[in-house]
């Protein structure tokens, strides 16, 4: 059974900082592209950070310049860096492995940041 478990998320001020950490297991993690979805109350869930297999990166515009994503093959692990958050950045982050034939994500991990 595939595992993605997401951890790091909590409550901060605006302007602080959060890293979300997101650890599979039972799958060849290095062949997987990685992505951090956001989930805000009432809306649709939303790609913030994409890092493919070879290490390409993509961002939201909304969050471009304020989170880095990155991965560490050797740990099986992918994270999200987030500076100068906003209260708009609330919601669930959901860490998400996707190759062609496979989709997984993990259980979420709750973000909440108030002005």
């Known amino acids: 059974q595939v595992l993605l478990v997401e951890s790091g998320g909590d409550s901060v001020q605006a302007g602080g900082s959060l890293r979300l950490s997101c650890a599979a297991s039972?799958?060849?993690?290095?062949?997987?592209?990685m992505g951090w979805h956001r989930q805000a109350p009432g809306k649709q869930r939303e790609l913030v950070a994409y890092?493919?297999?070879?290490?390409?990166?993509t961002y939201t515009n909304s969050m471009k310049g304020r989170v880095t994503i990155s991965r560490d093959n050797a740990k099986d692990t992918v994270y999200l860096q987030m500076n100068n958050l906003k209260p708009e950045d609330t919601g669930v982050y959901y860490c998400?492995?996707?190759?062609?034939?496979?989709?997984?994500w993990g259980q979420g991990t709750q973000v909440t940041v108030s002005s």
């Open positions: 998400n492995a996707q190759m062609v034939g496979y989709d997984f």
């Open positions: 039972t799958i060849t993690f290095s062949m997987f592209n």
């Open positions: 890092i493919a297999s070879d290490g390409r990166t």
